[in-house]
């Protein structure tokens, strides 16, 4: 238990259906993050934010859309997805925002492995 | 953009072999992270490294940044098979708060 929950674990949707990932975090961190892993492929930050605030977005197409109502709960809403969007959805959060003079680690919820069809 | 390579992508090895993952960056990194990822879980974080040519050790597991702050290993002496999985190192991009995973070696162990 890493003290980061996502939700669900397994989701198998259709490209036209409309879903949403949980990830909640009880370590009182105020920087939260979504990362995607496809298969041979390096973690790909898709989203940060902090306080609430957004403060990075990859480059993630639209129909990716995040949302983080408070510093504890992040969710990623997702619409018309294609079949590369398969992959295990990361969650993670940090104390603050990472940064070279500090300290700060990432802690990985488990994932939201997601299949397309 | 920044490219962190890890060598090798797998390596096999019998229980008390000892194994070496080595990461590569296109650019110096402030620092440096390795996390190890159990087949099926997360990511969890094992250690930071700051300083050129910084050595840290936790147990069986060396951790050496290089001079340069652009490379950086891991080894495990004795590897046992509670060491299986993928071990990633990661590098702050941008302006730090972003982490550019390396694209890990996945480490199996044959008894």
């Known amino acids: 238990e890493t003290g980061v929950t996502q939700t669900p674990r397994h989701l198998v949707m259709g490209m036209t259906n409309k879903k949403s990932l949980k990830c909640e975090q009880h370590l009182g961190h105020n920087a939260m993050y979504w990362y995607k892993q496809s298969a041979k492929k390096p973690l790909e930050l898709m989203f940060v934010?902090?306080?609430?605030?957004?403060?990075e977005n990859n480059s993630v197409p639209s129909r990716f859309s995040p949302e983080c109502p408070n510093s504890s709960h992040l969710f990623l809403h997702l619409h018309t997805l294609q079949p590369e969007d398969s992959a295990l959805y990361l969650c993670?959060?940090?104390?603050?925002?990472?940064?070279?003079?500090?300290?700060?680690?990432?802690?990985f919820g488990s994932g939201t492995q997601l299949s397309v069809l | 953009g920044q490219q962190v390579m890890q060598i090798p992508q797998y390596q096999h090895v019998q229980e008390g072999e000892d194994f070496t993952t080595y990461c590569n960056s296109s650019t110096t990194l402030s620092n440096i992270q390795w996390y190890k990822q159990r087949p099926g879980g997360h990511p969890v974080f094992l250690i930071q490294l700051v300083k050129s040519g910084e050595v840290k050790k936790q147990k069986r597991l060396t951790f050496q940044f290089g001079e340069a702050k652009k490379n950086s290993s891991l080894h495990i002496t004795a590897t046992q098979t509670t060491d299986v999985g993928t071990y990633f190192c990661a590098g702050p991009r941008g302006g730090g708060n972003k982490l550019t995973f390396g694209t890990g070696t996945q480490l199996k162990v044959e008894l």
């Open positions: 934010y902090s306080l609430e605030e957004r403060v």
């Open positions: 993670a959060s940090s104390q603050g925002l990472l940064s070279p003079a500090t300290n700060e680690k990432l802690f």
